[in-house]
């Protein structure tokens, strides 16, 4: 570890669960590069992604965006294209696009969507796009014939996300820049989806540790008890 990251680090209590107030509060002092860095909630639950009922996959629409630009791409034809088009998508085809992505390795997108009807040749790209999270799924929403609606919902910010095998959720939350207002309020706004995404055969304690960490910065880790109770209200 660097000299600059081993003095920041000294500022977070490692025995400490800090409430979310304070966490956001905590994390500009934390910060020591120039770039505007990309804060990350780590949320360990209480499932078993080995099990299909608890494996958790989802998106979640943050108020405050992610303050990142994505790229959009949209595998559709017609007049469901047209719409993507007018929604702001980067990238409309079909066959074209498939045989770019194919035969160029062409991933130069954050996100795609698709309509139904196309996922017969969309399917082709899975062993390109799985391992990179970026096939369409109906489970968050990147697999509809409302194409422009979920263009827009993830230029303005929404995020997908998945259990790992330890069952630990990653996602991004927002910039440093935000603020602590912000941040909170993108926090509060994922874990109150995953906490209504609870299987029913989730058993014991479900939010088993949560913590925050900006790009180059320690994590900081929160008090799960006061994330149920803020949740609860």
Not at 141 to 159: C, L, N, Q, S, Y
């Amino acid at each position: 570890m660097g000299k600059k990251y081993e003095a920041i680090r000294k500022l977070v209590d490692r025995d400490k669960r800090y409430t979310l107030a304070e966490a956001v509060e905590l994390l500009p002092k934390l910060k020591f590069t120039k770039f505007d860095e990309t804060i990350d909630v780590a949320a360990r639950l209480g499932v078993n992604p080995k099990h299909a009922d608890q494996m958790i996959r989802s998106s979640c629409a943050l108020p405050h965006g992610t303050g990142k630009s994505l790229r959009v791409v949209v595998f559709a034809k017609g007049e469901r294209a047209n719409e993507a088009r007018e929604a702001g998508a980067d990238f409309v085809g079909a066959e074209d696009l498939v045989d770019r992505v194919l035969k160029e390795n062409w991933l130069e997108f954050d996100s795609a969507i698709a309509t139904p009807d196309m996922m017969g040749l969309v399917g082709r790209l899975g062993r390109i796009l799985g391992p990179r999270n970026l096939m369409p799924n109906p489970k968050v929403g990147t697999v509809t014939m409302d194409v422009a609606r979920a263009v827009r919902e993830i230029k303005a910010g929404r995020i997908e996300f998945r259990t790992e095998k330890t069952g630990i959720v990653h996602a991004p939350v927002g910039k440093m820049s935000f603020g602590p207002d912000k941040l909170r309020e993108n926090i509060l706004s994922l874990l109150d989806t995953l906490q209504r995404l609870k299987p029913s055969t989730a058993k014991g304690k479900y939010f088993k540790s949560v913590a925050l960490s900006s790009t180059m910065g320690p994590s900081v880790r929160l008090d799960t008890n006061e994330i149920v109770a803020l949740l609860e209200r």
